[in-house]
């Protein structure tokens, strides 16, 4: 068996100074060395951002990747330490109104500035980030937002937002924007200080970093399928790198797709994927909101015109009515008058007879009395001279009987016009001074609750008689001064309201002339405070 002996070294087996091996400390110390020597100050690399990730100690790291036909892609690792995150950031913000977080987001392109160094320790190149250039950023998203509009103007997408037909008055609005975003209280405000009674959800999407676009989107598709009335995107004026999200295809798609529309108010200069394809586009959140508030408006203006409109033809009506109370009532006391002359008539003519019978039967008398000699027939000669005696002036030294009135408050205006077509009627039939009397009240009656509904004094079964007060006082610097509006949210007798000037009263009583018929004329003043004219109940003296 063969061997290693040990032997003593020779002179000439000793390894010069240049042949010494290398400890690994050493070795790893040399790479590093030939890497300073190699790359001795910044270079600028530029590529596309991919697994961009902050790790726990707070440093982010990312790869800078570029695409190569028919081969794999190359990568360069990237790090951004802590140390030097801070100072970065206070670069970007105060020359190119960027931050990291704009920059260092997968798909973007950029343009970075560092150290190139090699970690022996996980044999791998690093490239220690110190500055970054969002020119490169800045070039690369404006040809992305040219491709993705071109891609959605090509597909139609626009016009399905477009062809939506909004609510008149939309009151359920989703507010989409980040929570920190100073257009989101504003937008509430303005909301608030229009008097409208708006019920607000807000949706707030993380707008920034590697999740902004699936945020955003899916933010959106919350809101249109929680079927609000209105989705409203908004974003104040910003960093205009930060806006990246809103020019993606999937947010424009989100968009293009909801059956709510969509108004977007995004302060951009140059616009978004995202105006391009809602359903109205402002250039800010205000400008948004001020066009919902004005279309409640322009539907409250809608209301207060049907209400005028209303008004004018329920004043017409009652007019009408009044002209048709007025002519019943003129015809009642026609026939009343032809009723009474025929009551007068009937009467004399009742009277005639009776003295002419009473006179007969006064001769028989008295001459049976005076050939039979006989003083007791004087009795019945002084009983027929007292029926003619009351006959004649009964009618006169009696009181007349007349009838009150239950309420007939379940009558209809048009049953009060019934009524008084059968009364006029039973008038011309008549010729009794008492059921003449009789009707005539019962007409006064019937004319006064007539009265009485016109002028709305009678509560009507079921029915809300109180009158419909219209106000908006934040309205009228927009419409000048007239007529208030409705407010949708302001509970009744809250502070500031305007009273809206009642309608028009027409004053029947002054319309209508007194029947001016004997013992009717304080019908009306017997009835207890309140109650309306009726049937008659019982017999009451005149």
């Given at each position: 068996m063969r061997g290693v002996t040990a032997r003593a070294p020779t002179f000439t087996d000793r390894p010069d100074s240049a042949r010494r091996p290398l400890h690994v400390g050493e070795l790893g110390r040399l790479v590093e060395d030939q890497f300073h020597i190699g790359f001795p100050r910044r270079i600028w690399v530029t590529g596309r951002v991919s697994g961009?990730?902050?790790?726990?100690?707070?440093?982010?790291?990312f790869g800078l990747v570029e695409a190569r036909p028919a081969h794999d892609e190359l990568m360069l690792p990237c790090l951004i330490a802590l140390e030097a995150a801070d100072d970065i950031e206070d670069t970007l913000r105060r020359l190119h109104d960027a931050s990291i977080d704009d920059v260092v987001v997968n798909g973007h392109v950029v343009r970075a500035g560092g150290l190139l160094t090699y970690d022996f320790a996980t044999h791998r190149i690093v490239f220690t980030v110190t500055a970054l250039d969002p020119e490169a950023t800045a070039g690369d998203l404006y040809e992305v937002r040219r491709t993705v509009a071109a891609t959605v103007s090509g597909e139609g997408l626009p016009e399905r937002q477009r062809s939506l037909s909004p609510p008149v008055a939309p009151l359920r609005l989703a507010l989409v924007a980040p929570h920190d975003d100073p257009s989101l209280p504003e937008a509430v405000a303005m909301l608030d200080r229009s008097g409208f009674g708006f019920e607000v959800a807000v949706y707030d999407p993380v707008v920034t970093?590697?999740?902004?676009?699936?945020?955003?989107?899916?933010?959106?598709?919350?809101?249109?399928?929680?079927?609000?009335?209105?989705?409203?995107?908004?974003?104040?004026?910003?960093?205009?790198?930060?806006?990246?999200?809103?020019?993606?295809?999937?947010?424009?798609?989100?968009?293009?797709?909801?059956?709510?529309?969509?108004?977007?108010?995004?302060?951009?200069?140059?616009?978004?994927?995202?105006?391009?394809?809602?359903h109205q586009a402002h250039r800010s959140a205000e400008g948004a909101v001020q066009a919902v508030v004005a279309r409640l408006q322009r539907a409250s203006a809608q209301l207060n015109l049907?209400?005028?409109?209303?008004?004018?033809?329920?004043?017409?009506?009652?007019?009408?009515?009044?002209?048709?109370?007025?002519?019943?009532?003129?015809?009642?006391?026609?026939?009343?008058?032809?009723?009474?002359?025929?009551?007068?008539?009937?009467?004399?003519?009742?009277?005639?007879?009776?003295?002419?019978?009473?006179?007969?039967?006064?001769?028989?008398?008295?001459?049976?009395?005076?050939?039979?000699?006989?003083?007791?027939?004087?009795?019945?000669?002084?009983?027929?001279?007292?029926?003619?005696?009351?006959?004649?002036?009964?009618?006169?030294?009696?009181?007349?009987?007349?009838?009150?009135?239950?309420?007939?408050?379940?009558?209809?205006?048009?049953?009060?016009?019934?009524?008084?077509?059968?009364?006029?009627?039973?008038?011309?039939?008549?010729?009794?001074?008492?059921?003449?009397?009789?009707?005539?009240a019962e007409a006064e009656g019937m004319v006064e609750f007539g009265q009485d509904l016109l002028q709305r004094r009678v509560a009507r079964p079921g029915a809300d008689l109180r009158p419909v007060h219209l106000d908006h006082s934040d309205l009228a610097a927009v419409h000048g001064p007239g007529p208030a509006y409705v407010n949708l949210d302001e509970p009744a007798g809250g502070q500031g309201r305007q009273s809206h000037p009642p309608a028009p009263r027409i004053d029947v009583s002054a319309e209508v002339p007194s029947l001016g018929l004997r013992g009717t004329g304080d019908a009306g003043a017997r009835r207890p405070p309140g109650q309306a004219a009726g049937r008659p109940t019982e017999e009451e003296p005149s």
């Open positions: 961009s990730r902050a790790d726990a100690e707070g440093d982010r790291g970093g590697n999740s902004a676009v699936n945020a955003l989107a899916s933010a959106i598709a919350r809101a249109v399928g929680d079927r609000h009335d209105m989705v409203l995107l908004l974003r104040a004026p910003g960093r205009p790198l930060a806006a990246a999200a809103y020019d993606s295809e999937r947010v424009a798609r989100t968009i293009a797709a909801a059956d709510v529309p969509v108004l977007t108010g995004i302060a951009s200069e140059e616009g978004t994927v995202a105006d391009a394809v809602a049907a209400l005028s409109d209303v008004r004018r033809e329920a004043d017409g009506g009652r007019r009408r009515a009044t002209q048709h109370l007025v002519a019943e009532r003129s015809s009642v006391r026609e026939a009343a008058t032809r009723a009474k002359l025929r009551a007068d008539r009937a009467r004399s003519r009742r009277r005639a007879w009776t003295r002419a019978i009473g006179a007969g039967l006064l001769v028989l008398l008295v001459v049976a009395a005076v050939l039979a000699r006989m003083p007791l027939l004087l009795a019945p000669i002084v009983l027929v001279v007292g029926a003619v005696a009351a006959e004649q002036f009964g009618g006169r030294l009696l009181p007349s009987a007349r009838k009150g009135w239950a309420p007939v408050s379940d009558l209809t205006f048009a049953d009060v016009l019934d009524r008084l077509g059968r009364i006029r009627a039973q008038l011309e039939a008549t010729s009794s001074p008492e059921e003449v009397l009789r009707l005539e």
